[in-house]
């Protein structure tokens, strides 16, 4: 079952925050964040792993809410180069298996 | 450049033909992932194989089969080539299992652009 991301697209200006939401119906093990440009490849972000915890790096970071099998994508002081889509990859076992979400479009604009 | 490369960059063909794409996994890599991401669509799991074994099976077509070599290199094999086959078909590798199921990233290669006319 494909996770749910929200919203499926959002425009911000230079400087502005945005968070992306990935929701499973399933509990999850592990996500894993993606950015992609368009017809290009999907760049990785981040893993983040059941237990809450949250990563980040410079001004992207992600939370991980194991009791609402949901995560989160913080992306802050938005830059015009973080402008792509980006796709969530949830696995629901110890499989290497990832389903991804069908994807959010950011667009940062000057 | 994530360090997996894949063949041909681009393929046009007909309807009915069969095309082979190729895939060579970063330094390393046992694992290699298909995927496949119609236009504007998200990107719809294939297969899995680790070091020569096919481990997961997606949404792959009867019409489609890939294989790993002893080489670590894979090919994705599609015939019956139908029009709504046009996509961008993705290979993906990771460690494999020394890193732990969980944690293992994946690593996505630029991408072959189908289209069958």
């Known amino acids: 079952q494909q996770p749910v991301q929200s919203p499926q697209a959002v425009i911000l200006r230079e400087g502005e925050d945005a968070v992306i939401n990935c929701s499973s119906s399933k509990a999850l093990y592990s996500v894993h964040w993606y950015r992609q440009k368009h017809g290009e490849a999907p760049i990785f972000l981040m893993i983040l792993l059941k237990g809450g915890e949250q990563k980040g790096h410079d001004k992207i970071s992600a939370s991980f809410n194991e009791k609402k099998q949901q995560s989160s994508l913080y992306l802050t002081a938005s830059q015009l180069s973080y402008s792509g889509t980006y796709f969530c990859g949830t696995s629901w076992d110890a499989g290497n298996m990832l389903t991804f979400g069908g994807g959010t479009r950011l667009m940062v604009k000057p | 450049d994530s360090g997996v490369t894949q063949t041909p960059k681009h393929l046009i063909t007909a309807t009915g033909q069969r095309v082979t794409l190729r895939c060579s996994p970063r330094?390393?890599?046992?694992?290699v992932y298909w995927y496949q991401q119609s236009l504007d669509q998200g990107l719809q799991f294939l297969i899995q194989?680790?070091?020569?074994?096919?481990?997961a099976k997606g949404n792959i077509l009867e019409r489609f089969s890939a294989q790993q070599f002893p080489d670590l290199h894979s090919e994705l094999n599609l015939s019956s080539l139908e029009l709504g086959d046009s996509a961008l078909y993705f290979c993906?590798?990771?460690?494999?299992?020394?890193?732990?199921?969980?944690?293992?990233?994946?690593?996505f290669g630029p991408g072959t652009r189908l289209t069958v006319l």
């Open positions: 194989y680790y070091n020569g074994e096919e481990r």
């Open positions: 993906a590798s990771s460690v494999g299992a020394a890193g732990g199921p969980l944690t293992d990233t994946q690593y």
């Open positions: 330094s390393g890599d046992l694992s």
